[in-house]
């Protein structure tokens, strides 16, 4: 164990987490930052992101977290690659253990630990897992380039993905459980208008089928009961994301989803000194210009504590 105590430690790389550090080093507050196991976050597994201001003409999600990342290393903050698997918020001083059983201490903490995706739960979607089965288009679409595909979720992701695939296979089919999308009207708009998305209203996922590989998938209409095998090569999942709050939950005050709470109008939790911020805790917007937003609030809430403390 180290006999340092660091001003402020931030868990996670994303918008916030990045945010945040660009924030608390520029205070002097020297930040460490925990990248966690995705360095760079949701983004990493994005296309273009159109709707984050400053960039005109868009920017592809990984270009964007490498910018952010240089940005907080530039003002001195001090990124590790690795991940913290375990806190202590029971005294004055937290600790915090990286996967590898190092202790960090620190006066005041940032927990900026987003949100991953969903799974369906299915054993062949599990024993087909890199196999063909991903919930990350971006990164693996390129392998079923030519092929036929199937995205299950209505969402602006699920959306996303169909459109970015549509590119790349000559069909998509999208697997849709209610006989409405969730997406947003101008990437619902996207989708519809995709010739070679196809999508299967009312309909759920019974099997990823395949052995060593994905060779389809089954499906059931949940209004006719109707069973049928689509031949996909691929099979990519997109419905929705669980906060990385696990490690909180025996500290901090969650949802019954698992995000954080927060003091209304603050990133304070119910232990001094410990901020949340970005998608750990927001529920409602999201995104990577509102997971930024509170990275600077709990970088500004961060400093007053440690002033008033007077540690810094
Ligand atoms: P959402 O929670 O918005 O959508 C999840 C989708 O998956 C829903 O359509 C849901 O269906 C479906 N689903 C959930 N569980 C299952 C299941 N077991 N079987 C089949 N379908 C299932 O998640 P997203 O990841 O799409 O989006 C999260 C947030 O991020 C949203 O606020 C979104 O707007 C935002 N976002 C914005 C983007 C952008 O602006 N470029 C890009 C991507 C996301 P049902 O509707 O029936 O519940």
């Given amino acids: 164990m180290s006999d340092t105590i660091h001003n402020t430690v931030i868990i996670g ?3 916030a987490g990045y945010t945040a550090a660009i924030y608390a080093a520029r205070a002097n507050m020297a930040p460490i930052l ?4 995705e360095p760079g976050g949701q983004l990493m597994i994005t296309t273009d992101v159109e709707n984050y201001p400053g960039y005109p003409k868009g920017v592809m999600g990984p270009q964007m977290m490498d910018d952010f990342r240089d940005q907080a290393a530039r003002f001195g903050t001090k990124i590790n690659y690795e991940l913290i698997s375990k806190v202590d918020f029971s005294g004055p001083v937290h600790k915090l253990w990286t996967e590898s059983g190092a202790e960090v201490q620190a006066h005041s903490v940032i927990i900026s630990t987003g ?29 079923f380039k030519g092929m036929e595909v199937a995205v299950v979720g209505a969402g602006d992701t699920a959306a996303e993905e ?8 000559p069909k998509v089919h999208m697997l849709v459980r209610r006989d409405e999308m969730r997406a ?11 010739e070679n998305i196809i999508i299967h209203w009312n309909t759920e996922t019974r099997e990823v089928i395949g ?11 949940n ?14 999942v997109a419905i929705g994301h669980k906060p990385n709050t696990d490690i909180f939950k025996d500290w901090l005050d969650m949802d019954g989803a698992g995000y954080l709470k927060t003091v209304p109008g603050t990133t304070r939790t119910k232990v001094e000194g410990v901020f949340a911020s970005g998608d750990a805790q927001d529920n ?5 210009v509102t997971a930024a937003g509170t990275g600077c609030m709990a970088a500004l809430d961060a400093e007053r504590y440690l002033t008033e403390k007077e540690i810094i």
């Fill in 13 to 15: 790389s994303g918008p």
């Fill in 162 to 169: 169909a459109s970015y695939l549509a590119k790349l296979c």
């Fill in 284 to 288: 409602v917007y999201r995104q990577a």
């Fill in 223 to 236: 209004k006719t009961q109707e069973v049928t095998d689509i031949p996909v090569k691929a099979f990519f």
């Fill in 211 to 221: 052995t060593d590989e994905v060779e389809g998938v089954r499906v059931i209409n």
């Fill in 184 to 194: 947003s009207k101008i990437m619902q708009k996207r989708v519809m208008n995709t």
């Fill in 34 to 37: 925990y990248t966690g196991k």
């Fill in 115 to 143: 949100a991953s995706a969903k799974w369906l739960g299915l054993p062949s979607e599990t024993r087909l897992m890199n196999k063909g089965v991903s919930a990350c288009a971006v990164c693996d679409g390129f392998f």
